[in-house]
């Protein structure tokens, strides 16, 4: 089945500097590479996503890029602020039906300093 | 427009007993799926019911069982509880069995003692 790395486990950054998580993952069948924010009690938030057939993706102050030939992705998020202290995860699956849902890393806890 | 709904939010059972979550799925969706996420590690894969019927398993026993209703909503039924059953228990719905756009819910805290 398929496996995903994540790393750092935990990433401080001072509000205003840039944040980058890394995710490498084993099947090359997987075609679909989401990344969720989950905020303490809170459940997984889903905040952008990039399928096999695009290299890099953007929205505002978040982006992510694919590297399907070494299998590994990563999430930049630009302009840190405070509220954006929280656990990401990164997942990797096959879009389609009969998947065998998402496979996630352990995440990354995200620490903003003020 | 009600995002994925969970209950109960938290709940302490004994060792052996048995348990029932519930999940509403995001209006539009069809399709739940069930994860475990033990404290400090990402959610793991149980199973997802589309069509009233379990369509994929992930490496869980038995002991996991769930059902789709006709209306979307979804249970899932854990027997024979065990300590290390404890954990957060999050529903997420999408469309038509796809992993893509899959919304949580806030999740179940199932404390076992």
């Known amino acids: 089945g398929e496996n995903v790395e994540q790393h750092p486990s935990t990433l401080s950054v001072q509000e205003g500097d840039s944040a980058v998580i890394k995710c490498t993952y084993s099947?090359?069948?997987?075609?679909?590479f989401p990344w969720y924010k989950q905020e303490l009690g809170k459940g997984p938030q889903l905040i952008i996503d990039?399928?096999?057939?695009?290299g890099e993706k953007k929205d505002q102050r978040i982006a992510v890029t694919l590297n399907k030939t070494a299998k590994h992705f990563s999430l930049h998020i630009t302009e840190t602020q405070p509220e954006d202290s929280a656990v990401y995860f990164c997942?990797?699956?096959?879009?389609?039906?009969?998947?065998?849902?998402?496979?996630f890393g352990k995440g990354t806890h995200l620490i903003i300093q003020p | 427009d009600a995002g994925v709904t969970q209950s109960p939010t938290h709940l302490i059972k004994t060792r052996g007993q048995q348990v029932t979550l519930r999940c509403s799925p995001k209006?539009?969706?069809?399709?739940v799926s069930w994860y475990q996420q033990a404290l400090g590690q990402g959610p793991q894969f149980i199973f997802q019911?589309?069509?009233?019927?379990?369509?994929q398993r992930g490496n869980f026993p038995d002991r996991f069982s769930g059902h789709q209703f006709p209306n979307y909503s979804s249970e899932l039924n854990v027997n024979a509880l065990l300590l290390g059953d404890s954990a957060l228990y999050l529903c997420?719905?999408?469309?038509?069995?796809?992993?893509?756009?899959?919304?949580f819910g806030q999740g179940t805290r199932l404390t076992v003692v």
């Open positions: 019911y589309y069509e009233e019927e379990e369509r």
């Open positions: 209006s539009g969706h069809d399709t």
């Open positions: 997420a719905s999408s469309f038509g069995r796809m992993n893509t756009e899959a919304f």
């Open positions: 997942a990797a699956s096959r879009a389609g039906g009969g998947a065998d849902g998402l496979t």
């Open positions: 990039i399928r096999s057939n695009v």
């Open positions: 099947d090359s069948a997987s075609n679909y």
